[in-house]
């Protein structure tokens, strides 16, 4: 992982907990991918299991589509280690 990947992943960290004093705690994930089914599918393969409530939107012109997902996570590494496992899914921006 690059140094910026772990900046941001620290910061987050260090925010999620600054913020969330109870934990499980629900946590809302935003990301934007190339509008490809396999790709929108391999992020809500990512949070099978976990309860999340998922809704996608494509964008205007059709080339993108955003992800939303609602879902209760047990703590600040859980929330880091799904936006890690996302991060390989080729094209992806997390918001």
Do not use: C
């Amino acid at each position: 992982m690059n140094q910026k990947s772990e900046e941001f992943y620290t910061r987050l960290k260090t925010e999620l907990e600054n913020t969330t004093k109870v934990w499980p705690a629900e946590y809302l994930y935003k990301f934007i991918v190339p509008a490809d089914e396999a790709k929108v599918a391999q992020v809500e393969k990512t949070f099978n299991n976990l309860g999340a409530i998922i809704s996608t939107k494509k964008s205007k012109n059709g080339n993108f589509t955003s992800i939303s997902i609602n879902v209760v996570m047990k703590d600040a590494d859980a929330i880091i280690d799904k936006y890690k496992e996302v991060s390989t899914i080729e094209g992806i921006i997390s918001l």
